[in-house]
């Protein structure tokens, strides 16, 4: 993976996503003591950055394996996104979903022609009904986090970020299964200087933290997090890059999660899913290493449910 | 009133306010039938377009009148802005504030150095408190939506979105105390060509649209509406401004400003007050009056509670 290829990946997307706004507050500089950037993929097509790596992996597919469509399991932002991503390109999309996934989440990918499968709601029941609809209709699996085109359309976010701000100290990303904060490692590997890269993981599901000093895919035992999109392991493509260019990982706890969550809701006056607040919660934990630092700050989604919110 | 006042208005207040950005969305322009182009004040300074007029208000007093200060009642935005507005050309201002204000409304004031005078809770009490300081302090009253230079400094909302966008074929404003929308009647008057101007008013505080049918001034007896900036009345100052170039005023029910507001939040993600979403829901009340027309719409704030929402 090299600087062409990532530049090709981003030309490649551009025109089934947007360029979203990088935004700054005063306030939160001020409370903060640092020099805040907040790349804001909450207003990304269907509300997460996971449109880009979507659309990459589905327009890395040769014709004749569009034809026969794509499949994932997830019931998150990814099945939207594959979703959306495959209704643009007009690409039949297959979403495994547990019977019992939310409501909000099913209409969703029924909004964007996605087909929803459903299964047991078991790990095994959906890696064994998504395998099979790859059998019967030769569809083409793509995985949330831990597939190499879905890292590099990801990667597009902080290349984005450092086109506006080249000289950025540090970009802050949230770590769940991993393929956000890879891709972020890779372009600010490729594209800037002197520019760390940190991960917000919470205390609570802290399995990358662990693994970063074992130096093997560890895991989670519980995931009582509010961050529910972080609730996911890393994978044998994401974790290398991980292990290669990322420089730390945060942990934070529940509380200090929910309290950036509501100061970003409260001060910035945008709507960011609880998992987007961990690495802004990181930087405030942590004011003495970040102080007077240009720091960007990945907020990756905005699907909350508006009726049930944490504080 | 002519152009050249408002356009020296808006360079006077520059320095000390944001030039908010216009956003727009696909999905609301497909579920509206309309092009749509939201003026986001709730990323105003202190979080509401108040600021502009506040500033300009202020701006306009001599030096000898800005040495004994600046006094208001009010619980609102315009108090947090008078206090920003003040602190930031070094004036005092004392905020007439009842007793009874939320802990949220004063922390506020003082965030700002605002030097809150308590009185009891009643329109009398808080006028007489406010009389007295402008007798004993020398100190300039200044009105939320009743005064000319606060009007002027409204204009510049519609200004800055008609630089943008000069093709409009209406501006929506939401109707209070009325000093937004003869703000944005005034701009549209002097700045627009062919384009209307409309307000929407909550069905339960509904003066202003009886107003205009009785040709005289209309009060509310009962003030049960979620949209709290607008339970004001409308002043002589504003009330013939409105008369002369306001073309319609939609009413909307409770529950219509309800869903309007949650389709921004979940749609748009952004954060607006309950007032901000009157005109959005006049909108999709009148779908067809609409159809195809491009539309602003002025989002005049983004102060509200998170922990008490109205869905």
Not at 84 to 101: D, E, F, R, S
Not at 102 to 121: A, L, N, R
Not at 214 to 236: P, Y
Not at 291 to 299: A, E, F, R, W, Y
């Amino acid at each position: 993976m090299n600087k062409e290829t990532l530049i090709a990946v981003k030309e490649r997307i551009q025109p089934y996503i947007h360029r979203t706004p990088v935004l700054t507050s005063q306030l939160l500089d001020d409370l903060s003591g640092a020099k805040l950037f907040f790349k804001c993929e909450n207003f990304q097509k269907m509300g997460a950055f996971k449109m880009r790596g979507a659309a990459n992996a589905i327009l890395s597919l040769s014709d004749e394996e569009r034809q026969k469509g794509v499949v994932t399991h997830s019931s998150g932002n990814f099945a939207q996104a594959v979703s959306l991503a495959a209704q643009k390109l007009g690409v039949k999309a297959y979403i495994v979903m547990p019977k019992n996934a939310p409501q909000v989440k099913k209409d969703g990918v029924k909004t964007y022609e996605g087909e929803i499968i459903e299964c047991e709601s078991t790990p095994q029941a959906r890696e064994a009904t998504a395998e099979k609809i790859q059998n019967e209709k030769g569809a083409s699996f793509l995985h949330p986090s831990n597939q190499d085109e879905v890292i590099y359309g990801n990667s597009t976010v902080a290349m984005e970020l450092l086109e506006d701000h080249p000289d950025l100290d540090v970009v802050l990303a949230p770590i769940g299964g991993g393929g956000l904060i890879a891709g972020t490692a890779l372009a600010v590997h490729n594209f800037a200087t002197n520019c760390k890269v940190i991960g917000g993981e919470p205390m609570e599901v802290d399995d990358a933290y662990r693994s970063m000093i074992s130096g093997k895919i560890e895991t989670n035992k519980t995931f009582n997090t509010v961050a529910d999109g972080l609730r996911t392991h890393l994978g044998d493509r994401n974790f290398p890059i991980i292990q290669k260019y990322v420089d730390k990982i945060i942990r934070v706890e529940e509380d200090e999660i929910i309290q950036a969550m509501q100061l970003i809701w409260e001060r910035m006056k945008i709507i960011i899913e609880p998992s987007c607040a961990v690495p802004f919660a990181a930087l405030l934990k942590n004011k003495e290493e970040f102080k007077n630092k240009k720091v960007g700050i990945i907020l990756s989604g905005g699907n909350v449910d508006v009726k049930n919110l944490p504080f």
